[in-house]
């Protein structure tokens, strides 16, 4: 018989044959996201930001229910209003907006928000003690909710000028200062990947848990990839460097594949795990691009960043673009460090 000491070493042998082979993971090494961001934090200020975190979390799970029930829930659809882009609202991302400001405003962490759906910024009046600002697009990718192909939610968070004061000021802050940033991607499985100004690390929803568990420790983007990936639908009005940058990779010796899922989130996840790039670039009909610098450009390239990736406007990081307001657009090109630079190349010497 063995003894209570040897019993959960036995226990991991013999369950080795099934579980963990079967997973290839070690049930001992099983950890959440929210014993990781528990375990991140060390003091008010970062306990905080792992309430936050955990609140999001939580949020995400939400949402992945809503999107696992789509069409049965009848939330699939058009919710019959536009929002502050002039775009047509989808049911989810109504309901998407609702989970998280509601939850955020819940937590009293944070003194603002800005959501995509929103106008104004948003104030958190009944968070007096909050430290946060929280800038987030609830939904990504609307035009893909009706035909079940992946999308997401994103989310940036950075620190108040002040504890409990609602400044409007600090939501335009340049994407460098956040202080942690992630998103949940839903697709064929449920992604929720995070930094909290460190390494990048990715979680996977267990269903059966109902917990997100650390499947992709310190994610590293290769430092050159074989995969581009844009709406080339837009060529016509690319300028001269764009065009020549996609003949290059189309054209070279060993061509790059071409993958556009048209979610930014299912598209930088992508590129994030096999390299490569993703642009939304400037063009003669949308200069700025199309994406919006806060709660979807400012993120994503955060966590670029944090993975050894590289985000550029074309010409500099974007990182360090300054915000005018909540809404902006800005171009991005984001993704393997040598094919950026390559991209910021070609964009150079057509100017
Ligand atoms: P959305 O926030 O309304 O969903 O728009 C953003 C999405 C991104 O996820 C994606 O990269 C882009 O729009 C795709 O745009 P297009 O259809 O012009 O290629
Ligand atoms: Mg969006």
Redesign the pocket.
Known sequence: MSTAAETPELVRKSSRNSLEDALDVDVEDLQTLGTYILNTAVDEDTTDLSILIQTIGTSCKYIANCVRKLGLARLAGKAGAT?V?G?EQMKL?VVAHEVFSRSLVRSKRCTAMVS?EVEEVIPCVSSRDGRYVCVY?P??????IDCSVS??SIFGIYKASEKGKFDEKDTLQPGRDMVAAGYALYGSACNLVLTIGGSVQGFTLDSSLGEFVLTHPNIAVPRKGKIYS??E??SRWWSKGMSEYVNHVKFKDEPHSLR?????????HRTLMYGGT?S?PSDAKSPDG???LLY?CFPMAYIMEKAGGMASTGSSRILDVVPKHIHQRMPIHMGSVEDILDIERFLAASE
């Open positions: 929002n882009q775009e991302d995509e697009d939904l990504d990718g609307s035009s893909n999308i997401g844009v709406n639908g837009n556009y899922i048209g979610s930014m989130v299912a598209d930088v993703f939304y199309k994406l919006r979807e």
